[in-house]
Nanobody, 122 residues
Framework: QVQLVESGGGLVQAGGSLRLSCAAS????????MAWFRQAPGKEREFVAI????????DYADSVKGRFTISRDNAKNTVYLQMNSLKAEDTAVYYC???????????????WGKGTQVTVSS
């Protein structure tokens, strides 16, 4: 049974930092691209970041470039999202997702977590 479980969300002031984690199980973690998406209230879910199988290749949405960093530890079956210089507009539910291929669209993901809430107060 595939599971993706996010953690690390919470309430933080603007300018602060949070580190999200996503623990994966039930599939071969190191064979999948891992991505983060987010959904703000009243908005569609949007791509945030993606990392390749071995972690050498990453890509980010323009809105988070230079502030967020995605990483992974294949020995721990875990992907991370380090979020710095947080802004009120980063407030959203953050989801991790897994894909066999490089996709930055929802439809390309094979597995999803249930999400973790990040709230940034201004």
């Amino acid at each position: 049974q595939v599971q993706l479980v996010e953690s690390g969300g919470g309430l933080v002031q603007a300018g602060g930092s949070l580190r999200l984690s996503c623990a994966a199980s039930g599939y071969t973690f190191s064979s999948y691209f891992m991505a983060w998406f987010r959904q703000a209230p009243g908005k569609e879910r949007e791509f945030v970041a993606i990392i390749s199988w071995g972690g050498r290749t990453t890509d980010y949405a323009d809105s988070v470039k230079g502030r967020f960093t995605i990483s992974r530890d294949n020995a721990k079956n875990t992907v991370y999202l380090q979020m710095n210089s947080l802004k009120a507009e980063d407030t959203a539910v953050y989801y991790c997702a897994a894909s066999r291929r490089y996709y930055t669209k929802e439809a390309g993901m094979d597995y999803w977590g249930k999400g973790t809430q990040v709230t940034v107060s201004s």
